[in-house]
T-cell receptor, first 115, second 113 residues
Framework: EAGVTQFPSHSVIEKGQTVTLRCDPI?????LYWYRRVMGKEIKFLLH????????ESGMPNNRFLAERTGGTYSTLKVQPAELEDSGVYFC?????????????FGPGTRLLVL | AQSVTQLGSHVSVSEGALVLLRCNYS??????LFWYVQYPNQGLQLLLK??????LVKGINGFEAEFKKSETSFHLTKPSAHMSDAAEYFC???????????FGSGTRLQVQP
């Protein structure tokens, strides 16, 4: 069974440009999460989808970030326009719609550098 | 809001020595607790998790962690370190009723030959 995949693995863009990150969860996983790790800091939650619906957006930093999950399969996270402080590693995770203490399976991350 | 503290951003041990990575959380209500490991160029992999069952939790690769409510701790241990254990380790919690994970800042484990 394939794990969580993310594309691209690395992205280098200039301030003001737009970048779109993609996440393909494990097949059959209804829950999809986005997290971010800014250099030197802890991994922080961004948002949570259940199927195509946003369940929790409390971690989204500002309106420059837009996440979508059309059809409840893969998800995209768009940053527009990118700022220097957006640099970091963006992780996607997925889980089945299960009970408490669910296990979230993480992808390898997308390393974003904004110059 | 929940917070997780991992003491020591870098820990170095000799091969065969005890591994002890510390994690403390802030909550009056015991949350769900997790340890994840990240090997170079890979995603986070679950080592073990505590979900209100036994306080001593055994995980993969010989790791275990003990939930101590009185100390609000969930330290990760392994009796004998292997070179392959070199990685970054993350402690995380989720509050009951919420799915989002709150992570500590990570501890990078180095194993010396």
């Amino acid at each position: 069974e394939a794990g969580v995949t993310q594309f691209p693995s690395h992205s280098v863009i200039e301030k003001g440009q737009t970048v779109t990150l993609r996440c393909d969860p494990i097949s059959g996983h209804d829950n999809l999460y986005w997290y971010r790790r800014v250099m030197g800091k802890e991994i922080k939650f961004l948002l949570h989808f259940v199927k195509e619906s946003k369940q929790d957006e409390s971690g989204m930093p500002n309106n420059r970030f837009l996440a979508e999950r059309t059809g409840g399969t893969y998800s995209t996270l768009k940053v527009q326009p990118a700022e220097l402080e957006d640099s970091g590693v963006y992780f996607c995770a997925s889980s089945q719609l299960a009970g408490v203490g669910e296990t979230q399976y993480f992808g390898p991350g997308t390393r974003l550098l904004v110059l | 809001a929940q917070s997780v503290t991992q003491l020591g951003s870098h820990v170095s041990v000799s091969e065969g020595a005890l591994v002890l990575l510390r994690c403390n959380y802030s909550s009056s209500v015991p949350p769900y607790l997790f340890w994840y490991v990240q090997y170079p160029n890979q995603g986070l992999q679950l080592l073990l998790k505590y979900t209100s069952a036994a306080t001593l939790v055994k995980g993969i690769n010989g790791f275990e962690a003990e939930f101590k409510k009185s100390e609000t701790s969930f330290h990760l241990t392994k009796p004998s370190a292997h070179m392959s254990d070199a990685a970054e380790y993350f402690c995380a919690v989720s509050e009951k009723g919420r799915r989002a994970l709150t992570f500590g800042s990570g501890t990078r484990l180095q194993v010396q030959p």
